[in-house]
């Protein structure tokens, strides 16, 4: 009965809501360095974890990995990586494997075309229908979202993380050559920001947007006033080589 439900469940396509797959250029670049290490995927933070706080300087590369592997298998990450070794090579992820995972991964995509290496791996190995690729695309490239840089299966996430961390100009001037509009207000502001998402939404390939603000700041935020919101715009626009004393070239605020 057990083995009659997993086959049941496994048949089914899945919708991968996030994933941060390179696209075709960036894969051949890196196509032959690919390895063992190459399936770890979110696993390296367990391994940083297992390796502590003061980790030692050795060992380090795929003695590193041998060395923290045991202490990880077991982890959500590291049954993953187990799993997935064993469907796609019919392999144990081990130590002593590693040369042999290695081999049957470079011999699964040498001199293969590269949206034929995606097909295999992505649709028929994973049974994936759909990507939402969370790929740092912004809207100022849309060529970066078409067929020649993924697969027509593939679609976007909107991501400009530094606009909801801003604590100087950077983004705003990032967000003029996006848009090709002037931000001297924060009305002008806003709506270079829903430009710059329309933009992106005209490729028909983006469908989500991605607000990563938990990687570079806490995570409480207030209903400030637009009066208040008003005023730590100007000050971003405005900055004194000089504020209480200081000498500041950027970070006109802080992220709050």
């Not at 697969?151 to 961390?165: E, K, L, S, V």
């Amino acid at each position: 009965m057990a083995g009659s439900i997993r086959d049941f469940v496994m048949q089914h396509p899945i919708f991968c809501h996030h994933n941060h797959h390179c696209n075709f250029s960036d894969f051949d670049n890196q196509r032959a360095d690919f390895d063992f290490r190459s399936l770890l995927g979110y696993a390296d933070a367990d391994l940083d974890v297992a390796a502590g706080a003061r980790p030692p300087q050795t060992p380090q590369g795929s003695d590193r990995i041998a060395h923290l592997w045991p202490q990880i298998r077991t982890t959500g990450y590291g049954r993953a990586v187990t799993l997935a070794c064993r469907d796609i090579f019919d392999l144990d992820y081990s130590p002593e494997n590693f040369p042999k995972i290695t081999e049957a991964l470079q011999a699964a995509i040498k001199d293969k075309p590269t949206a034929e290496i995606y097909d295999h791996f992505v649709r028929q190995k994973a049974n994936t229908r759909w990507v939402l690729n969370d790929s740092h695309l912004y809207g100022n490239d849309p060529s970066a979202y078409g067929e020649d840089a993924y697969p027509t299966y593939y679609h976007f996430t909107w991501r400009m993380d530094d606009i909801f961390c801003m604590v100087d100009s950077n983004p705003i001037h990032r967000l003029e050559r996006d848009t090709n509009l002037s931000i001297l207000t924060l009305d002008h502001f806003v709506q270079a920001i829903n430009a710059s998402i329309d933009r992106a939404k005209q490729t028909a390939r983006v469908a989500a947007i991605k607000i990563g603000m938990a990687y570079t700041r806490d995570l409480t935020v207030t209903d400030p006033t637009r009066h208040q919101a008003e005023m730590a715009f100007s000050r971003i626009r405005n900055p004194k080589s000089w504020r209480d004393g200081i000498q500041q070239e950027t970070g006109a605020v802080n992220a709050a």
